[in-house]
C-alpha cells in the first residue's frame, strides 16, 4: 500500500467485491459499511477500530473503493454514520456523547466525505449530539441534523437509524423508534433479534412514507445480480 496507493485501492474495492460475494451466497444484498467517519487519536475504540484514516481525502477514496466493490458483487453499501461520527469519544452502545465544534469544523472534516459519497444508495445515521447545531436530540432523532443531511450534505437516498438498542438512546423502543421516524429518517434498525421487540419497533415505525418508498425502491435498483468469477476474484488480489 506504501508503494502502489492506487493498487491498495483496487485492492479494497476486490475485498469489498468478494464479501458481497458471500453475502450473496447466503442471501444478504445489504452491508452497513463503508464506515467514513474521520478518527482522531479522542475517537473511542469501538468506533476507531473501523475507520479508514484520520484526513477526509483518503478515507473519502478508501468508503468509495469499498461501496463501489460491494455494488460490484450485488450488494448495497450502507455509509455511515452520517452526518459524521468519529468525535465520538464514548461508546454509543453504552451513552451518549455530545461534540462542540461549529458548523464551518464540521464541513470541512467529518461533514466533508459524506458530501463526497451522497449519490450512494443507502445511508445510516449517527446517535450523538451536535450541540452548536441540536443541542437536544441525537442526530438520529433530530429533524435539524435530518435535513442537514439531505440538504447540506446532500444525501437523498434511503436514510436508516443506528441500531435503536444502542444506549445512547433513551425510553422505551416504541419512544425511539417514533421520535426517529419523526425526525425524517426512512427506516429503523434493530439489531438484537428478539421477536417481541422487533413487534414494538415495527409497529411504532408504522408504514413508509410514500418519499421513503421512492428512495427504497431507488436503492433496490441498483444491486446488481451477478455471476463473479471467484477463482479470477481471487488471483486479482493476490497478484496486487
Not at 425502491?217 to 463473479?228: E, F, P, Q, T
Amino acid at each position: 500500500a506504501q508503494r502502489d496507493p492506487d493498487r491498495a485501492v483496487e485492492a479494497l474495492a476486490l475485498c469489498a467485491a468478494l464479501i458481497a460475494q458471500d453475502l450473496r451466497s447466503v442471501g444478504i444484498d445489504c452491508n452497513c459499511a463503508p464506515v467514513a467517519d474521520i478518527a482522531r487519536d479522542t475517537t473511542h475504540p469501538f468506533l476507531r477500530n473501523r475507520c479508514y484514516g484520520t484526513d477526509p481525502a483518503s478515507v473519502t477514496v478508501i468508503a468509495r473503493a469499498v461501496a463501489d466493490g460491494l455494488l460490484a458483487g450485488g450488494v448495497l453499501p450502507v455509509v455511515k454514520h452520517m452526518p459524521g461520527h468519529g468525535r465520538s469519544h464514548l461508546d454509543t452502545h453504552l451513552a451518549l456523547p455530545t461534540v462542540t465544534p461549529g458548523l464551518e469544523e464540521l464541513r470541512s472534516t467529518d461533514f466533508a466525505p459524506f458530501r463526497a459519497l451522497a449519490d450512494l444508495p443507502m445511508a445510516m445515521t449517527a446517535h450523538l449530539v451536535f450541540a452548536a447545531l441540536d443541542p437536544d436530540h441525537p442526530a438520529t432523532q433530530s429533524p435539524r441534523m435530518i435535513r442537514l443531511i439531505r440538504e447540506e450534505i446532500g444525501f437523498q437516498g434511503l436514510l436508516m437509524t443506528d441500531d435503536l438498542n444502542m444506549e445512547a438512546l433513551s425510553g422505551s423502543l416504541a419512544d425511539r423508534t417514533a421520535r426517529s421516524i419523526a425526525a425524517g429518517v426512512d427506516i429503523a434498525l434493530h439489531c438484537k433479534g428478539d421477536l417481541a421487540q422487533m413487534q414494538e419497533v415495527a409497529a411504532a415505525a408504522g408504514q413508509m412514507t410514500p418519499a421513503a418508498m421512492d428512495r427504497g425502491r431507488a436503492a433496490l435498483a441498483l444491486r446488481r445480480k451477478v455471476a463473479a468469477d471467484l477463482p479470477a476474484l481471487l488471483a486479482e488480489l493476490a497478484d496486487g
